[in-house]
């Protein structure tokens, strides 16, 4: 098995400008978390997916930010515009039983 | 709220120390909880669980007892290696419809030959 598949690894990008994270879980997992971590503030769970579906989005810190999962192998995290404190490294996990959870190795983003 | 609350690190310690890392968690009614492990420049692993009072989740030869009277789960390895330098953090997990990783703020483990 792959393990939980993260796009890309390092992300540098101008302040402003659109932003798109990718996650592809472990097949067979129904359960899908997005996590940022920084030095401030830790591990933050920004949104997880049931089954495709939202089920908690109330760690997605503004309207910048939005998560979809329009299947099943597939989730991404956009931020629009995207801001220097922003920068953070961004983590996508996957389970199937929703308790032990299998994490991405991450994307490291960098907003100047 | 449920929380978890870590130990500050760094720790340093000299290899084959004694490790203990201290965890305590607030919550309410039985969460599973676990040890996750950060190896520079990845993602976390899990480390161990433990799903109800008294289990005591072990790998790789860290142990951690899960303690109701005192709501702690701190981990401990008897003799450290210089290749267990890692972030280390605890969590906890209620599953069904609150489901999610509450994780604590990660304590740096730096072992030196």
Redesign the interface.
Known sequence: DAGVIQSPRHEVTEMGQEVTLRCKPISGHDYLFWYRQTMMRGLELLIYFNNNVPIDDSGMPEDRFSAKMPNASFSNLKIQPSEPRDSAVYFCASSKTGRNYTFGSGTRLTVV | GNSVTQMEGPVTLSEEAFLTINCTYTATGYP?LFW?VQYP??????LL?A?KADDKGSNKGFEATYRKETTSFHLEKGSVQVSDSAVY?CAL?Y??AT????????TLLAVQP
């Open positions: 599973s996750y420049g990845e993602g976390l692993q899990l669980k799903t953090f997990n599953g069904g489901n999610k990783l509450i994780f604590g703020t990660g």
